[in-house]
């Protein structure tokens, strides 16, 4: 049951790390026109290199 947990959680992760590699141009632009926040950049292009460091070498 953990492995399958664990297969999943990965999946999810994947998902979301190309989710994020689609918005990100949007988030970037948004933030230059100051609609987001300096702090909400930041953590979002923490949690997007975090991911693109585990799965961005194969895309």
């Excluded at 994020?20 to 290199?49: A, M, N, W």
């Amino acid at each position: 049951m953990e492995r399958l947990n664990s297969d999943t959680n990965k999946k999810s992760d994947e998902e979301k790390y190309l989710k994020f590699k689609e918005i990100l141009p949007l988030v970037e632009e948004r933030h230059e026109d100051g609609e987001i926040s300096e702090s909400e950049y930041t953590d979002f292009i923490k949690k997007y290199q975090s991911l693109e460091g585990q799965y961005g070498w194969d895309y």
